[in-house]
């Protein structure tokens, strides 16, 4: 078994749009255990940290003003294969490219407002939840399938 934990941000726009339950209940849906959820503000050099794969391009100074301008949500989820299934479940970056079914497909038409970010490989996994999260705030404990399946 392959399992991975993953990091997630629902941006400002999925806060003010009131998405947070909708977004959160997809993952939980799906079966992925949440082990870290904060709400918190992101300050300029945490935002350049964290999108600092972006810097030059036009769109950056945007997005750093954006991610910047109001509260946002971070977790961590767990599971079997859990980065490619969350980036799933989010759906492509630009709207017109994400699927319906997808939380981007069904809730954004704007790629600059796409309401969640989630990474996108085990490194920058690794690199954003130790970026976002001290390990007192990371939970440990079994879902009763993993107990199930621990046992077999
Ligand atoms: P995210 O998954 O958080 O990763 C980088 C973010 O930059 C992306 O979601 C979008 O919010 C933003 N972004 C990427 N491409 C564009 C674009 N062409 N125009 C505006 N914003 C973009």
Not at 4 to 29: A, C, N, V
Not at 41 to 54: M, Q, R, T, V, W
Not at 82 to 94: D, F
Request: aromatic residues 8%.
């Amino acid at each position: 078994m392959c399992i991975e934990e993953t990091f997630i941000m629902i941006k400002p726009d999925g806060i003010q749009r009131g998405l947070l339950g909708k977004i959160i209940s997809r993952f939980e849906e799906k079966g992925l255990k949440l082990i870290a959820l904060k709400m918190m503000d992101i300050d300029e050099n945490l935002a350049k940290e964290h999108y600092s794969e972006h810097i030059g391009k036009p769109f950056y100074e945007r997005l750093i003003e954006f991610i910047t301008s109001g509260p946002v949500v971070a977790g961590v989820l767990k599971g079997e294969k859990a980065i490619n299934i969350v980036r799933k479940l989010v759906g492509a970056t630009s709207p017109d490219n994400a699927e319906p079914g997808t939380i981007r497909g069904d809730f954004t038409i704007n790629t600059a407002f796409n309401i969640i970010h989630a990474s996108d490989s085990s490194g920058t996994a690794k690199k954003e939840i130790d970026l976002f999260f001290q390990k007192n705030e990371i939970f440990t404990y079994d879902l009763a399938l993993e107990q199930w399946l621990g046992s077999k």
